[in-house]
Nanobody, 126 residues
Framework: VQLQASGGGLVQAGGSLRLSCAYSGRIFSRYAMGWFRQAPGKEREFVGAISRSGSSTTYADSTKGRFTISRVNAKNTVYLQMNSLTPEDTAVYYC????????????????????WGQGTQVTVSS
């Protein structure tokens, strides 16, 4: 399994970005997908996750209502739409994958995921 995150960049506060994560490997629809982020000097933190089917999502309190995760299984891609960005959202963003037995499972912990992408930098200026 390989994951390639893209779409990061520099944006002003209040702006939007959409990240993409391209998956290659075994059957994508068998994997739950998550987004995490890590700011300098901080631990990697959960942003949100989507179930293997795409029918269930969950978000961190800090991103709920502003970020939206979606997936297109036919394209082996998961997306993270980020709106109303603030400087506190500045971080390297990582996508992650784990094979999921549960159809609606949305893992929230770093150690629940088996595969990680390389990360994409998001910088929000004030």
């Amino acid at each position: 399994v390989q994951l390639q995150a893209s779409g990061g960049g520099l944006v002003q506060a209040g702006g939007s970005l959409r990240l993409s994560c391209a998956y290659s490997g075994r059957i994508f629809s068998r994997y739950a997908m998550g987004w995490f982020r890590q700011a300098p000097g901080k631990e990697r933190e959960f942003v949100g996750a989507i179930s293997r089917s795409g029918s269930s999502t969950t978000y961190a309190d800090s991103t709920k209502g502003r970020f939206t995760i979606s997936r297109v299984n036919a394209k082996n891609t998961v997306y993270l739409q980020m709106n109303s960005l603030t400087p506190e959202d500045t971080a390297v963003y990582y996508c992650a994958a784990v094979p999921s037995v549960e159809y609606y499972g949305t893992p929230r912990e770093v150690n629940e995921y088996d595969y990680w992408g390389q990360g994409t930098q998001v910088t929000v200026s004030s």
